[in-house]
């Protein structure tokens, strides 16, 4: 592993301030979630791509021993500026729901689809690791958010470069890879964080279980901070990278997204 959670200071965090930011708190405790879960996920993988030694190794010894210690680096935050959150009686709930959404099922029909979904999976974690990083003005937050951004761009080009070998013998035309990058991204927006960021509030919030109102406005405003900082340019790179298109065609597709997503999302999210 590139760095190491015991290797960080968390008494140094400046607990006024962190806490002074509720909803990137939420969003953390969101993904310490989805994060400490990866496991459940790298068993289907692994399954998935069973034959593949070298890539099944990766997954198994580096891959998933990242993910899960990006949810212990958050998870120890989280413990340090909500002290009276019950961490693990949340997350047992969140789990349970959670790991129904695992199956192999859910992967793709073939090898090179699925990687070109973990492709998407990744540029969702980079981006947002960069956007958090962006958003604290808490120095050991914003150190734990580059080391993790830094891992899931690593994770992201694994997972390009096992998509291009595969991709050399199952020959998946540009049509192929956009319908599997369209079908993951619409699933990315609803799934884990939704279920996690769920568990979340109803911990942080007991009073309010029951009122679908003031969770979905809690939502839309992390939703909102998210979109304001999004590492726009980053992200639309990192997704359409598998299309392999001309790089005439990259750079008007990068003008066009880089003028219409912003105030896509500021629509999407006010309605
Ligand atoms: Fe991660
Ligand atoms: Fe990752």
Same mark, same amino acid.
């Given at each position: 592993?590139? =760095?190491?959670?015991?290797?960080?200071?968390?008494?140094?965090?400046?607990?006024?301030?962190?806490?002074?930011?509720?909803?990137?708190?939420?969003? &953390?405790?969101?993904?310490?979630f989805?994060?400490?879960?990866?496991? &459940?996920?790298s068993?289907?993988?692994?399954?998935?791509?069973?034959?593949?030694?070298?890539?099944?190794? =990766?997954?198994?010894?580096? =891959?998933?021993?990242?993910?899960?210690?990006?949810? *212990?680096?958050?998870?120890?935050?989280?413990g340090?500026?909500?002290?009276?959150?019950? =961490?693990?009686?949340?997350?047992?709930?969140?789990?349970?729901?959670?790991?129904?959404?695992?199956?192999? !099922?859910?992967?793709? #029909?073939?090898?090179a689809?699925?990687?070109?979904?973990?492709?998407?999976?990744?540029?969702?974690?980079? @981006?947002?690791?960069?956007?958090?990083?962006?958003?604290?003005?808490?120095?050991?937050?914003?150190?734990?958010?580059?080391?993790i951004?830094?891992?899931?761009?690593?994770?992201?080009?694994?997972?390009?470069?096992a998509?291009?070998?595969?991709?050399? @013998? !199952?020959?998946?035309?540009?049509?192929?890879?956009?319908?599997?990058?369209l079908?993951? @991204?619409? !699933?990315?927006r609803n799934?884990?964080?939704?279920?996690?960021m *769920?568990?979340? &509030?109803?911990?942080?919030?007991?009073?309010?279980v029951?009122?679908?109102?003031?969770s979905?406005r809690?939502?839309?405003?992390v939703?909102?901070m998210?979109?304001?900082?999004l590492?726009?340019?980053?992200?639309? #790179?990192?997704?359409? #990278?598998?299309?392999?298109?001309?790089?005439?065609?990259q750079?008007?597709?990068?003008a066009a997204?880089?003028?219409?997503?912003?105030?896509?999302?500021?629509? &999407?999210?006010?309605?």
């Amino acid at each position: 592993m590139r =760095w190491r959670v015991e290797n960080i200071d968390f008494s140094r965090i400046d607990v006024q301030r962190a806490a002074a930011n509720e909803d990137l708190m939420l969003l &953390l405790c969101a993904a310490s979630f989805v994060e400490s879960g990866s496991d &459940l996920y790298s068993h289907t993988l692994i399954d998935f791509f069973d034959g593949d030694d070298d890539f099944c190794a =990766w997954l198994r010894d580096d =891959w998933e021993a990242e993910e899960l210690q990006h949810g *212990r680096a958050l998870k120890a935050y989280v413990g340090a500026v909500w002290p009276d959150f019950d =961490w693990d009686a949340s997350f047992a709930g969140f789990f349970a729901e959670y790991s129904r959404t695992c199956s192999r !099922e859910q992967l793709e #029909k073939t090898r090179a689809r699925e990687l070109v979904a973990r492709c998407v999976i990744e540029t969702g974690t980079s @981006s947002l690791y960069r956007t958090i990083g962006q958003c604290a003005d808490e120095p050991v937050l914003a150190q734990i958010a580059e080391r993790i951004h830094a891992d899931e761009v690593h994770h992201y080009k694994i997972f390009y470069q096992a998509f291009k070998r595969y991709n050399q @013998s !199952e020959r998946l035309g540009r049509y192929a890879v956009f319908r599997a990058l369209l079908r993951r @991204s619409l !699933e990315i927006r609803n799934e884990d964080e939704e279920i996690a960021m *769920r568990h979340v &509030l109803a911990a942080r919030y007991p009073g309010r279980v029951g009122d679908p109102q003031f969770s979905a406005r809690r939502i839309e405003r992390v939703s909102r901070m998210v979109m304001d900082s999004l590492p726009i340019d980053m992200s639309v #790179k990192m997704m359409i #990278k598998p299309l392999d298109l001309p790089a005439r065609v990259q750079r008007g597709l990068l003008a066009a997204t880089g003028w219409a997503v912003r105030p896509l999302s500021r629509f &999407l999210f006010s309605r």
